[in-house]
């Protein structure tokens, strides 16, 4: 045996490399924050911050681990919580005005992950320079 590393072809390209993919993120992840909220509909007090965080961030840490999404390529995690957390809260404000605060909860919610899903994935297709 030699201590030599293993020459990877160049024609192939790092799967570390690859963006999130679209589709599959911001659907399950909205698709987590429903089942997230209908179960705090179930309930019999209301859930607490840690439960509403649950759902929908272990569900994109299942897709950075599963998908190997490159570290360099995590960054959209940022700008995607910004938009997402603008959204719940302004969102959550104009809908209790319109639609009453129990049904603005849950839809900001819901609208609140799957932008952050998805300003996260459209990001991952830009990597940052480490430069």
């Known amino acids: 045996m030699s201590d030599e590393p293993i020459p990877v072809p160049l024609d192939e390209e790092d799967p570390r490399d690859q963006p999130a993919p679209f589709g599959a993120v911001v659907l399950l992840t909205a698709a987590s924050a429903v089942a997230v909220m209908a179960l705090a509909v179930t309930l019999s007090q209301p859930p607490g911050l840690k439960f509403l965080l649950f759902g929908p961030i272990a569900l994109v840490v299942f897709e950075v ?67």
Do not use: K, N, Q
């Open 65 to 131: 681990v599963a998908y190997e999404v490159y570290w360099r390529r995590w960054w959209g995690a940022l700008p995607g919580a910004v938009a997402g957390l603008a959204v719940y809260f302004e969102g959550r404000v104009a809908l209790a005005d319109v639609i009453g605060d129990t049904w603005a909860h849950p839809i900001a919610y819901v609208t609140a992950w799957t932008l952050f899903a998805a300003v996260f994935a459209v990001c991952s297709r830009y990597p940052r320079s480490v430069t």
